[in-house]
């Protein structure tokens, strides 16, 4: 599986911004998916993650903020990004998995595949 975001830039606080995450390959509904982070300077962390059954999970950090969401017809994830703050400014990085289990699902050792990534800047 191959995977491609886009739809990062430049928003000002309080703005909105949606990532997608193309994959290629088949099998793209049987993949947990998800979104992770790395800000300048820090570690990667994870920002929201989706199953196969549309069950979702978030950080805390933007939990109410971000949507996560999949449509299995186009093979695609998204990232809705609502009320957007000067922290949430990193590369943002799609992943997915088809083994990962729900006790590591906020883990980035447990996804196989990873995208490119793509910047997002907060400005104040």
């Known amino acids: 599986v191959q995977l491609q975001a886009s739809g990062g830039g430049l928003v000002q606080a309080g703005g909105s911004l949606r990532l997608s995450c193309a994959a290629s390959g088949s099998s793209f509904s049987s993949y947990v998916m998800a979104w992770f982070r790395q800000a300048p300077g820090k570690e990667r962390e994870f920002v929201g993650a989706v199953r196969w059954s549309d069950t979702t999970y978030y950080a805390d950090s933007v939990k109410g903020r971000f949507t996560i969401s999949r449509d299995n017809a186009k093979n695609t994830v998204y990232l809705q990004m609502n009320s957007l703050k000067p922290e949430d400014t990193a590369i943002y990085y799609c992943?997915?998995?088809?083994?990962?289990?729900?006790?590591?699902?906020?883990?980035?050792?447990?996804?196989?595949?990873w995208g490119l990534g793509t910047l997002v800047t907060v400005s104040s």
């Open positions: 992943a997915g998995s088809r083994r990962i289990i729900l006790s590591t699902i906020r883990l980035s050792s447990g996804y196989d595949y």
